[in-house]
């Protein structure tokens, strides 16, 4: 199946300095905020900020989920977007980002405030929905996505364009190849079976003498 911006076939994928940084920057950051859910949402007794943070932890959790499960699909199938979706991608990331600190860190601090804040209201709202932290995980992962059409995208595609007809020509001159062994074939067996005639009349002359 084709996907969306998929270069199926090119050798196009998101360099692996960003990939492998990435790939590890998540996970770490996954695995920390899962135990940071189980740490602050599992002890009643615990501090008030560490329960705040242990509930932010959940929506945040989900959004690394799919920015790793992204990350790799991004990487394997070799996608990349135009240069405005990476930005719009960006944009919305750092969105997503700055709403979360400006949500979160007032709950984090000795006084907290009374009731939910604005920002609070709008993450839990919007944000912290499983469906849209999954998309928005995604969408940091397109964010590191290489840009079609960039310099080293047409590279790509002319070494593929290249690659393709090599194989075209090769797979011609072995269909050459094997359409004159076939030919040298058939001319042989011709000629032995010329030959096993020849012996034949031979062999029925010399005995009528």
Do not use: H
């Amino acid at each position: 199946m084709q996907l969306p911006f998929s270069r199926r076939g090119v050798t196009y994928p998101m360099r692996g300095s960003v990939y492998y940084a990435n790939l590890v920057a998540i996970t770490l950051l996954l695995v920390g905020s899962v135990i940071l859910y189980a740490v602050g949402q599992g002890d009643a007794g615990a501090p008030s900020q560490l329960r705040a943070a242990g509930s932010y932890a959940l929506p945040v959790s989900i959004y690394l989920f799919g920015a790793l499960v992204g990350i790799i699909f991004v990487r394997r199938a070799s996608v990349t977007v135009p240069a405005a979706a990476q930005v719009a991608c960006r944009a919305a990331s750092v969105l997503a980002l700055a709403t979360l600190l400006v949500a979160m860190v007032p709950y984090l601090l000795p006084e907290q405030p009374q009731g939910v804040t604005a920002p609070a209201a709008l993450f839990w709202g919007v944000l912290a929905l499983p469906v849209v932290s999954l998309v928005l995980g995604f969408v940091y992962a397109l964010a590191w996505a290489p840009i079609t059409g960039s310099e080293a995208d047409l590279r790509a595609r002319e070494a593929e364009e290249r690659r393709v007809e090599r194989e075209a020509e090769e797979e011609r001159a072995a269909m050459k190849a094997s359409s004159e062994a076939r030919a040298r074939r058939r001319a042989a067996r011709a000629r032995r079976a010329e030959e096993k005639r020849a012996a034949k009349g031979k062999g029925k002359g010399a005995r009528g003498r």
